[in-house]
């Protein structure tokens, strides 16, 4: 039944502060948040709350115009303290204040029998309202999914390879049934079938075996071996006019969770890593939660940045701002906006580098955790070194030519060179090992957002 | 170090915009970046950590990969001197003389490009790019001793307008900027760039029975002549054995001032290899290419020049130079790695082509490494477009 998939291509980029195997309890997030800048396929975001107004674990906080039937909900119940905005009014965030107790809206419940005999309407209609359906992410470009279309199939990726990412077996610890009750509300989403992509390096988890009448591919390499976007390039590749849809493992649960149990419960557990984190660990919260309450007193240092996500597609965020929806993950590591006398020459045996040339020794010592900063480590240049994007990109993708591509906004070849295939995190590695320095990822975005809208 | 940042630290302002000498940013911030890794961090979106590689930390890696080549060009500029005038010298005689001979040569190209690429970055806006620093090294590598200095500045500043700024700067151009250096005196100064130019002789005379003659031509020559010898015989026998194989591979020969050394381009080589920085892909495929003409020619054997053992290819003339530094200039070389192989294998064929069967040009590899830089995106083009045939047949299936 299952293929094991090897892939050699890609780079593990190795870290000190990485969480130890420990769920700590600390003292809840007093404000939680939702940016709609989580959700690049958001056109026009609407609010549908005011300030002040009080709101339930899985009320609906705001929406697209575009597509009014998907709801962003809150993950928690209080009080709407803020909306803020930027320029030209663009919504940034929705922030709430958490109640001591949290409440939820009721959603009908079901037997686990049940799951399996309803039908994909009657599902649908409940996990638009109540705030999971955002988990759904359509392929190509990334967005949240469009109910009206019937996917291809659809992926799950098991497991993450990314810089110091946590672990999915203590994240879903218990989530056993949840995640089981979702694969099952997702089978009606498709004709074809689901996929697992389970990491064949790593002892399978029993969350993830149980599961009935799934097709599971294994995977083994180096990073981006677990992007769900490489799975689907070695197993069912998305072509032009496919679909299909992805979700993490967290989002099947919660959807499992909301049949099951009749609530939106965003409850997660999310890892606290980094060089600059005193106890690297894990903590439980909510979706969407102010980062304040588990930095406070556990950075080694002032001069750092905070990252929610990891340190390869995350984003740079306040002390005392706010976990991505999506995200797991917390990274703190050191600020680099030191000058360094003559640092392109000096010989380096303490900064990571994919590269070889003259100087950079880190090739030499594979097993060391690195602490990087991030200092930009040079000045942005135009394109020299050629081959080395397809060294970590374990596709059958040119990404130097289909960036070009982007970049002379060439559309007919955007769309031959494959930018269906692949997102932002599908070429992060790219942008890392860039020796021109230049922004790979927003490239990539930009030129998504123009095939987009042709579509 | 503080003081030093922080003079800079004072004088940016003068440089950014609004300062007084905006016009000249680039310039300072080539200073800059020079002195120092610049402050700037990854932006708050997207990779939030950078690799330590940067482009100028790249060039270094490709200036030091030469020096080998170099520092036995300044030897061997020296040995050949007192080799054709028929005297006994001291190591630090040769070094001292090829000092004399090359030291202008480097520092006259690297000002004359140099200056020409400040004054692009000034008007056009653009960065001053460290690819200079290769550049700036390769067209004196690649010129004989006795080039005149004012050609030297001629070519660099030919070479740098016309095949790289015209273009868009470093990263757009098509040809090889020195390969470009080279092939404008060759034919703007055919007799600075052949004939008897490979020794450097100053005031003096070759020695009696002492011939000027590269192996490259010699080789061509005897193929003239009914009835003589074979090459490899008639090589072994000019100048009392000066083109004995391993001779030539180690390089105590006359020729361009850099390339007669098989071995140091071969240190090279693994320099470049071994860091990654050069395509060992283009490398093995162009002595592959080579030494698979060569073969080839031989089977036809039609004359004395063809019957030549192939891998005497390898040692003579610029071939493994032109093989390490030239062909891989990632730039204008074939940028798909599949593409590579076809690139260097050709590059290897033509040379040989143009040795063997035609008389007018001694030296292959300067033509053969241009005419496939011109080549190269249309490889590329092939390569890219079987990619996307299998996107689009995977999608028919």
């Known amino acids: 039944m299952s293929q094991h998939i090897k892939l050699k291509k890609g780079f593990d980029i190795n870290l000190a502060g990485k969480p130890n195997n420990l769920v700590a309890e600390t003292s809840l997030s007093e404000t939680y948040a939702i940016k709609p800048t989580d959700f690049s396929g958001i056109i026009r975001p609407k609010v549908a709350v005011r300030e002040g107004d009080t709101v339930k674990a899985g009320t609906p906080l705001l929406f697209d115009k575009k597509m009014n039937e998907v709801m962003y909900c809150a993950p928690v119940s209080g009080e709407v303290v803020e909306i803020v905005r930027g320029e030209k009014r663009k919504l940034l965030e929705i922030k709430i204040l958490a109640d001591k107790e949290i409440e939820y809206e009721k959603f009908k419940e079901y037997s686990t029998s049940e799951i399996s005999s309803v039908g994909r309407d009657e599902v649908q209609e409940i996990m638009l309202k109540s705030g999971v359906w955002p988990q759904i992410i359509q392929r190509p470009f990334g967005i949240v999914a469009n109910p009206q279309d019937t996917p291809k199939a659809i992926f799950i990726s098991t497991f993450d390879t990314s810089p110091l990412a946590p672990d999915y077996d203590l994240l879903l610890k218990n989530q056993s049934s949840f995640f089981d009750a979702g694969i099952e509300v997702l089978k009606k989403f498709t004709t074809g079938k689901v996929h697992l992509g389970i990491n064949a390096a790593a002892e399978i988890s029993p969350i993830f075996t149980n599961a009935k009448e799934v097709q599971i591919d294994k995977f083994s390499g180096p990073h981006p071996a677990g992007n769900v976007g490489v799975h689907i390039h070695h197993v069912d590749p998305i072509n032009k006019g496919d679909l299909i849809w992805t979700i993490d493992p967290y989002g099947v649960a919660q959807i499992g969770k909301l049949f099951l149990n009749g609530v939106y419960d965003a409850a997660k557990i999310i890892a606290l890593t980094g060089s600059e984190v005193k106890e690297p660990q894990y903590y439980k919260t909510y979706l969407g939660a102010c980062i304040d309450k588990f930095v406070d007193g556990n950075i080694k240092q002032e001069h750092v940045r905070y990252i929610s996500g990891n340190v390869l597609t995350g984003e740079k965020i306040k002390k005392n701002g706010y976990l991505g929806f999506y995200h797991h993950q917390i990274t703190v590591i050191p600020e680099g906006d030191q000058y360094e006398f003559l640092g392109w020459l000096k010989p380096t045996a303490d900064k990571l580098s994919f590269h070889r040339a003259l100087g950079l020794l880190s090739f030499l010592n594979p097993k060391k955790e690195f602490v990087l900063d991030t200092n930009l480590m040079g000045e942005e240049r135009a394109f020299v070194q050629t081959g080395i994007f397809e060294k970590v990109t374990p596709m059958d993708i040119l990404p130097e030519y289909l960036i070009k591509a982007i970049m002379a906004e060439d559309y007919d070849d955007m769309e031959a060179l494959g930018i269906y295939e692949v997102i932002e995190e599908d070429l992060a590695l790219c942008e890392f090992i860039d020796v021109s320095k230049h922004e790979i990822q927003s490239i990539l975005r930009e030129g998504i957002n123009l095939i987009k809208a042709t579509t | ?397």
């Not at chain 2, 004088?11 to 609004?18: D, R, S």
């Not at chain 2, 690819?131 to 004012?150: A, D, E, K, N």
Request: aromatic fraction near 12%; hydrophobic fraction near 50%; charge should be negative.
């Open chain 2, 1 to 397: 170090m503080k003081a030093l940042r922080d003079i800079l630290d004072k004088q940016k302002p003068l440089f950014e915009k609004g300062g007084k000498f905006e016009k000249y940013y680039y310039l300072f911030e080539a200073n800059e970046t020079f002195l120092f890794t610049p402050n700037e961090t990854t932006h708050a979106k997207g990779t939030q950590v950078r690799d330590a590689i940067n482009l100028k930390r790249l060039m270094i890696t490709v200036v030091i990969a030469m020096i080998p080549a170099l520092l036995f060009g300044i030897y061997n500029v020296g040995h050949t001197h007192f080799l054709a005038t028929g005297q006994d010298a001291t190591l630090g005689d040769k070094v001292l003389l090829g000092l004399e001979v090359v030291l202008p040569v480097v520092l006259v190209a690297y000002a004359a490009g140099g200056l020409v690429e400040v004054v692009f970055s000034l008007i056009r806006r653009h960065p001053i790019n460290e690819g200079f620093l290769v550049t700036g090294m390769l067209i004196p590598l690649i010129l004989p001793p006795t080039i005149p200095l004012w050609q030297v500045a001629l070519a660099a500043i030919f070479a740098v307008v016309i095949a790289k700024e015209v273009f868009g700067g470093t990263g757009m151009n098509v040809l090889n900027v020195a390969m470009t250096a080279r092939a404008f005196l060759y034919f703007a100064y055919p007799s600075d760039m052949s004939g008897d130019v490979w020794y450097y002789l100053g005031d003096e005379k070759y020695a009696d029975g002492f011939t000027g003659a590269t192996a490259l031509g010699l080789a061509a020559e005897t193929n003239l002549v009914e009835g003589t010898q074979e090459v490899t015989s008639t090589l072994a026998a000019t100048n009392a054995g000066l083109f004995d194989f391993w001779n030539m591979f180690v390089g105590f020969i006359p020729g361009s001032i850099g390339e007669t050394s098989t071995l140091m381009a071969l240190v090279g080589a693994v320099i470049l290899i071994a860091t990654g920085v050069g395509s060992w892909k283009i490398i093995v495929s162009v002595f592959a290419g080579a030494l698979g003409m060569g073969y080839l020619l031989t089977l036809a054997g039609a004359n004395d020049f063809m019957m030549m053992p192939a891998h005497y290819h390898w040692v003579m003339g610029g071939l493994a130079f032109g093989a390490v530094f030239m062909a891989t200039d990632p730039v204008s070389a074939a940028h798909t790695e599949s593409g590579k192989w076809v690139y260097g294998a050709l590059i290897g064929v033509i040379t040989v082509i143009i040795r063997v069967l035609n008389p007018a040009y001694p030296e292959g590899i300067m033509l053969a490494v241009l005419f496939m830089n011109v080549f190269a995106p249309l490889i590329d083009h092939l390569v890219v477009q079987s990619n996307k045939k299998r996107r689009l047949q995977r999608a028919t299936v």
